[in-house]
């Protein structure tokens, strides 16, 4: 759903980046926190998965397109913070190198697609794995869930935006059916993808998997999800 230039008035775009610019400084200092050599190869695979599902566009309407974002898996393989950095880094390049998504609207993609997205991923995950087990149903449903929610999280974002400052001559309940419409059925899309891939590494390698290692009580350290 990358937004292109012009579309959002300049005052509310502006105020975007502000905000970016801020959540990615405090990403960048918690990054230092939690990456290590063993978790950094990771997050460097995850960017790049995430490049490739973001080249893959579906025709919205009004200059905008949706896509499968990839924020509920980097939040949850690699934690918040570096999933923020992963997802800021492809859109930047995918700004300056393929045009998509405007340059005077990038704060404004950023903030949906790499603070909104995998922030409330990142916290439906952590919960609802607390609520009901590191099992193997539990994680599939977590994180189906979480990457479900954090499309429609980063459309909200959109729509809130559109609503302050929208520059293009349509109706708001009509940009809000449009959007949440195509968008419902990428996140049930994404939400499934990220559930597969999510058990894939928690079945072999839980302790690669940053949000089970976030829920994980002392009495419940995170343990391949086979074993449900």
Known sequence: MHIPDGFIAAPVAAGAALVSVAAVAV?????RRTLDDRTAPLAGLV???VFAAQMINFPVGAGTSGHLIGAALAAILVGPYAGML???????????LFADGGLTALGLNVLNLAVIAPVVAWFVFVALVRIFGSGKSAVLLSAGVAGFVSVLAAVAGFVVEFALGGTVPVDLSSVIVAMFSIHTLIAIVEGVITALIVW???AVRPDLVAGLRRSATPAARPRAVVAS
């Open 27 to 31: 990403a960048v200092r918690g990054a």
């Open 47 to 49: 960017a790049v998965f």
């Open 86 to 96: 992963a997802l800021t880094v492809v859109l930047v390049v995918q700004a300056l």
């Open 200 to 202: 894939s590494v928690a």
